[in-house]
């Protein structure tokens, strides 16, 4: 099975490239993105060295979906889908902050509240919760954006008193955020789903906060299928999930969280197709729709390239 895990384009108008952990993204005159969503899959901040076949695939068509079914609440980067691993869109000047919303105590908050912890980015946890009960109601928990490492809780206030957004600006960046996993959630429910959290990436443009980068993917956001997690919280026992989680869990069992002296694991072909599968019963279970694979008689990259000038040439 192939897997796209670099690219190397030279499209015309290009003025550079970064690749990301995940996507690689491309500069067009300074005003258009060309975001193409590898199979590289990442985890606990490091990239592993196995690549998943379709997993860009089901990543930018997921994102895409979620962008049009959201673009009445705030305006959004997407211009267009030229290909499938591949979104292009409006070149945004972006936040150094990750908005971060969670509606259930779990995953890394849970693991902190275990050590005691009871204040995320400001954010005051009641006692005596347990793992994955539900919150009043949704809490934000920001992280600023690193390039490189470990992305950094931070509070609100922090944000606006180190000038990384201006009060204004959070604040409509806030109430997106809840309108958004208002909505997530929504489109959850009727696919038997429940979103638990995620995170949004916000930028300015003429001005104006868009909502840009992926929005609702497994990678992004946690989701609990809702059968059976009443009973399966009243038990204690984990609940069934749709989110990268379970690679990380995997490499937990294989002692590597990415920390001094530990070695990553080896990522087999069979472990690689095992979790391309995962990736499409996300897909079908979160979008309610088949996923149909972009077969490549020849080289992915190159029908990549092929699609987006096309798409760049008769804007």
């Known amino acids: 099975m192939k897997a796209l895990t670099t690219t190397d384009f030279h499209f015309d108008g290009q003025t ?32 592993l060295p196995k690549g998943i076949p379709f997993k860009g695939q089901v990543l930018n068509q997921i994102a895409a979906k979620f962008l049009d079914a959201t673009a009445d609440i705030c305006p959004n980067w997407k211009l267009a889908t030229p290909d499938p691993m591949v979104t292009v869109g409006l070149k945004c000047e972006g936040f150094r902050v990750e908005m971060i919303i969670r509606g259930i105590l779990t995953g890394s908050a849970w693991r902190d509240y275990q050590k005691g912890v009871r204040e995320i980015c400001g954010v005051k946890l009641p ?26 809780n931070i509070s609100r206030e922090e944000i606006i008193a180190q000038g990384l957004v201006s009060e204004a600006d959070y604040k409509v960046m806030e109430d997106y955020t809840r309108q ?107 979008i309610g729709e088949k996923f149909d694979k972009a077969e490549c008689e020849g080289d992915i990259a190159a029908r990549i390239e092929k699609n987006v000038c096309e798409y760049l040439a008769n804007r």
């Open 16 to 47: 550079s490239v970064y690749h990301g952990k995940v996507r690689d993204v491309y500069d067009i005159n300074g005003d258009l993105l060309v975001m193409v969503a590898t199979d590289r899959i990442s985890a606990f901040d490091v990239i």
């Open 127 to 152: 006692d005596g919760m347990r793992e994955n009960e539900r919150f009043p109601e949704p809490i934000i928990t920001p992280t600023t954006k690193a390039d490189e490492g470990h992305d950094m």
């Open 180 to 286: 958004l996993f208002a909505r997530g959630q929504e489109i959850a429910a009727r696919q038997g789903l429940i979103l638990v959290d995620t995170k949004y990436e916000f930028g300015k443009r003429d001005g104006k906060v868009y909502l840009i980068d992926e929005i609702h993917t497994p990678d992004s956001s946690r989701y609990f299928y809702a059968d059976g997690y009443e009973e399966k919280f009243a038990k204690g026992e984990p609940q069934r999930q749709l989110s990268k989680e379970f690679v990380r869990q995997w490499l937990i069992e294989h002692d590597f969280m990415n920390e001094p002296g530990q070695t990553m694991p080896e990522i087999t072909d069979e472990y690689a197709e095992s979790v391309s599968e995962r990736y499409i019963e996300l897909y079908e279970n979160i």
